[in-house]
């Protein structure tokens, strides 16, 4: 989801994310991955894709508010309901275990900056690391993407019933989607506009873009079953063979994707527990 109480693209059209952003509170199904191995080790062509639920006992939450800076923790007190203000410290205090594991150094000496539409780096003598990362979260599961490659983005959500489904694409995405989605069964519409808002929102995220009216000049493969791709790319922006699409099912309920430029890398899945770092 484009973040609206976690580290990135808060200005998101709030129209189109109103209808998204609901206030219910619920609880992850377990997160299919595997844990990790002990050697977490990043190759010059891998991506890592870490599912990680939010909803932490006060201890680790503890942990994780205490590695966070003093920007971030005046953000979490702007929350107004408590579950909110709690999953964002955890998505940061995890978000930085994680880094700092890659980085080895501790996630409290991280720092980052912000490109003009949100989306974080590292910033400071890390910012020629080569590491680069993107997160997303819906409800109580995140996913981080970490990789040498370049630019990457990664975007999630719980598959919910979306009553106005129809009219969101009809208004916000292109017309050959429209035409695809108006023509699916009922019961394949909520799996399929999900489809088509992450594998949109990861291109996004990972090209650092603001949804602005680029929603509908990006365009995805969707319908159930079919394999992730681009068939559509704003004018400026290469050529759909230079990027590579790749669904994601961390968890039961939701679906994600996950961006990249570079064609050829290899992909890990791995379950976050904060138990298995220092």
Known sequence: MAEAFTIENEDIAPELLGEFNSLQIMVTGDIHWPLPPSNRSLGGNQVHVWAANLDLL????????????????????????????????????????????????????????????????????????????????????????????????????????????????????????????????????????????????????????????????????FLPGEPAQFLSLPQNSGLTNDWTLRRLEPASSFVGAVASRNLQFSISHFRFSIDQFP
């Open 58 to 221: 006060p201890e680790a939450l503890g942990r994780c508010r205490s590695a966070l800076s003093q920007e971030e923790l005046q953000r979490a007190d702007r929350f107004h309901f408590e579950t909110h203000r709690n999953r964002f410290m955890a998505g940061r205090g995890i978000l930085r275990t994680l880094l700092a594991t890659y980085l080895e150094c501790a996630p409290d000496k991280l720092n980052f900056s912000y490109g003009p539409n949100g989306k974080p780096a590292l910033a400071d003598e890390l910012s020629q690391s080569g590491l680069f990362f993107n997160l997303a979260h819906s409800d109580d599961l995140a996913l981080i993407a970490v990789t040498r490659l370049g630019p990457i983005g990664v975007d999630v959500e719980r598959i919910r019933p979306m009553p106005d489904s129809d009219e969101l694409v009809e208004r916000f995405f292109s017309v050959r989607e429209s035409a695809l989605f108006q023509k699916l069964p009922d019961e394949q519409k909520n799996l399929a506009f999900f489809n088509l808002w992450t594998r949109k929102e990861a291109w996004l995220k990972a090209t650092g873009e603001g949804i602005g009216d680029l929603l509908n000049q990006v365009e995805v493969t």
